[in-house]
């Protein structure tokens, strides 16, 4: 079945510090790649998506590129700030014909100081 | 962007009550919602998928008789945690699906609810 293996965290960079969360996934065919994230005591929002190889996913500064040949969607900040502190999810949905759920990867704590 | 909110936010009950939680979607309609459960620092586990109009659809290990599942209308679905006891306990999270948002039917998620079984 469908997976999503993310980064173990948890993550402890200082302010201005880059940022990388690694993602792989594997599934069949072309699934639709995602980036949540949850601030503390609160549901999840999405971050950012891709939808097809080599698309890149961009908002508040994170980006992530589709990657086919290495099933990968790793997240990337150049400059993190303590507000960025937060658990962050990536996840999938497979292609259009299958069972359109989300499936999560682990989840990698954030934590930015000043 | 579309919105769901989730009511209570935050419930502490009694061993053996049962405790409701409504998910909504405020500004379109969702034919799927789904409920997860999350543990302390754990990723999102899927408990049902909710049709509107339908019966739910349960995941493996999940016992429906104890988080009963009514999805009454294209905006409204309700968990209900029935004679919840402490390991009960946890954040719980709707989606709702906006089947409207293009092809790639995006799930948008509510606030969570945090259930707390005395």
């Known amino acids: 079945g469908d997976s999503v293996t993310q980064m173990e965290g948890p993550v402890t960079l200082s302010e201005e510090a880059f940022l990388t969360i690694n993602c792989t996934y594997t599934?069949?065919?072309?699934?639709?790649l995602f980036w949540y994230v949850q601030y503390p005591g609160e549901g999840l929002q999405l971050l950012l998506k891709a939808t097809k190889a080599d698309d890149k996913g961009s908002n508040k500064g994170f980006e992530a590129t589709y990657r086919k040949e290495t099933t990968s969607f790793h997240l990337e900040k150049g400059s993190v700030q303590v507000s960025d502190s937060a658990v962050y999810f990536c996840a999938l949905v497979p292609p259009p014909g299958s069972a359109r759920q989300l499936t999560f990867g682990s989840g990698t704590q954030l934590t930015v100081l000043p | 962007g579309a919105v769901v909110s989730q009511h209570p936010s935050r419930v502490i009950c009694k061993s053996g009550t049962s405790v409701k939680i409504e998910c909504r979607s405020l500004d379109f309609q969702a034919t799927t919602m789904f409920w997860y459960r999350q543990f302390p620092k754990k990723s999102l586990m899927l408990m049902a998928t909710s049709n509107e109009g339908s019966k739910a659809t349960y995941e493996q290990g999940v016992e429906k008789d104890k988080f009963l599942i009514n999805h009454a209308s294209l905006t409204l679905s309700t968990l209900t945690v029935t004679s919840a006891h402490p390991e009960d306990s946890s954040f719980y999270i709707c989606?709702?699906?906006?089947?409207?948002?293009?092809?790639?039917?995006?799930?948008?998620f509510g606030p969570g609810t945090r259930l707390t079984v005395l």
């Open positions: 599934a069949t065919g072309y699934p639709s």
């Open positions: 989606s709702a699906r906006d089947e409207l948002a293009g092809g790639n039917n995006e799930q948008f």
